[in-house]
Structure formats: C-alpha cells, structure tokens
C-alpha cells in the first residue's frame, strides 16, 4: 500500500500564525474587518496578495470575505501563482496527495491535477515545497470554505501569457470551481511612489491590458497575465476590490510591498 503523501507548512509561525487558535482568531479578525456583502453572483475568480497575513493579509481578506454567501456552492479550488526559490519554467501541480496547515489537511484534487497535465503541466513536489504564496491562501479558504473542498495549486514561471491563459481556461468559470491567481504588487518602494506605480498597475488589470503588465508590477504576472488575457477575451469584467501597501497596514513606509485584490465577474447579460 503506498503511503499517503502529505506537504506539511512550510511558512506556519513566520508568514501566519502557527498555533491552530492563534490561527482561527487572526484570520477571522481579519475578515470581520473586511465587512459582509449583499448576495451576487459568485466571481468566477479572485487576485490576492501572498505576503504575510499580518502585512497583506487585510487585502486578501476584502476578496475572500465575499465568497461567504457561496461557501457552500464552491467545492474545488485551482490556484496559481509565481515562484520565489525555485526555478522552473512553465507550469507545476504537484505529487503530494493533500497540503497541511495547522487548521488541518486539505485534500489535492487528483481529477484536477490530470487535467493541469493535460494542459502542459508537469508533475513537482520541488517548487511547492519552501514556497508561500499558494500556500498563505489555505488558511483563509479552510475559514471561510470549511472542510468540504478540494485543492490545485499550479505554480507558474517563465509562462507566455497565451499558455497561461490556456492553462487557466481549463478551470475558470466551471461550476463549483473557483479560481485564484496569487500576486503582490510593487516592490521596496516608499510609501508614495509604491501607491502611484500601484494604481497603474490596478488600471492595466482592469483594463485587461495583459501585454502591459511586467515583473516590475507584479511578482505573479505569469498567471497574472494569463488571466488578465483571458478575462479580456471572455469579456469578463475584473474588479478592484481593495489597493493598500504594507505601509498602510503593518510596515515601514519607508520601504512597502503593494497589495491588491481584484474579483473577475461573470459576464453581465443585458436583460432586454
């Protein structure tokens, strides 16, 4: 019998609280802070930021707080986002059978995964192990989900925008499937310069203007782009939902990360 294969935390007690309470009272502090919201449809995606919970973690929680009225209608999640210790080009999902955090384990969808495959990824535990930016999502989504869903994270680098867009095609928009890209913003700036060079980003992600967007605007543009391209050929409007910096919530102005969050509506149907 082959033995259960379980990714333990890699960023539990530096990226977020590692003590389970600790953990449950931050998190939904944090989305109690970010207020409810009247009924709507569900977004067939979310952009979120990846820092810590303490510095982005307000951000994030303004997109994940929405999804509460659907809870019960979202069973899988397909996430994806950039690298930051690894290399690698294209796009991974990996081997392991569930991911951990101290809330618990969550299982990785194994029907989703063969279907990442079929779309060009590659099977690597390697690029997910040390990495937090897909896995800073699981505790806001173990909160606000509770225990009934499944789990895909794709990391992505080195990706054409067009292959990324395929990719993230596969998934978006399938019933009970909801899709993130992770992504923090501007990089080491101060305060007022990282706000100014923010808001051009916000503008190109809403304006669908993909070929637009670099590295320099967003450490996650690989699944960023793809998904700004292909919500531009859906016409699927993306939505700014919050744009803060790490000087806004926890750090020093001097030197911030920017954060935002953004939701991808379906599309509106003109009822006459």
């Keep these: 019998m082959t033995a259960r294969r379980v990714r333990p935390p890699a960023v539990a007690g530096t990226f977020y609280p590692a003590w389970p309470s600790e953990l449950v009272r931050h998190i939904d502090a944090l989305l109690a802070a970010a207020g409810t919201f009247p009924d709507g449809p569900l977004p067939r995606a979310l952009v979120v930021p990846h820092a810590g919970t303490v510095y982005s973690g307000p951000v994030a929680a303004t997109a994940y707080a929405r999804l509460r009225p659907h809870a019960a209608?979202?069973?899988?999640?397909v996430a994806f986002g950039p690298v930051h210790r690894v290399a690698m080009r294209g796009a991974a999902v990996p081997a392991a059978d569930a991911w951990a955090t101290p809330l618990g384990e969550v299982p990785i969808d194994a029907g989703l995964r063969t279907r990442a495959v079929a779309r060009g990824a590659a099977v690597d535990d390697r690029p997910h192990a040390p990495e937090h930016a897909l896995e800073v999502q699981l505790p806001f989504l173990q909160r606000v989900l509770g225990a009934g869903f499944t789990f895909l994270p794709v990391a992505v680098s080195e990706l054409s925008a067009g292959a990324a867009s395929d990719l993230i095609d596969?998934?978006?928009g399938e019933a009970g499937t909801l899709v993130l890209v992770s992504t923090d913003l501007s990089h080491y700036h101060d305060l007022a310069t990282a706000r100014r060079l923010d808001r051009r980003t916000a503008d190109k992600i809403v304006a669908c203007e993909?070929?637009?967007?670099?590295?320099?605007?967003?450490?996650g543009f690989y699944p960023l782009r793809g998904l700004m391209e292909l919500a531009g050929r859906k016409k699927l409007p993306i939505e700014l939902l919050d744009l803060r910096t790490s000087g806004d919530t926890a750090g020093d102005p001097e030197s911030v990360?920017?954060?935002?969050?953004?939701d991808v509506r379906p599309r509106l149907t003109n009822p006459f």
């Design 257 to 262: 990360v920017g954060y935002g969050a953004f």
């Design 210 to 219: 993909s070929e637009k967007l670099s590295g320099d605007d967003a450490c």
């Design 170 to 172: 596969e998934f978006l």
């Design 73 to 77: 209608s979202i069973a899988r999640v």
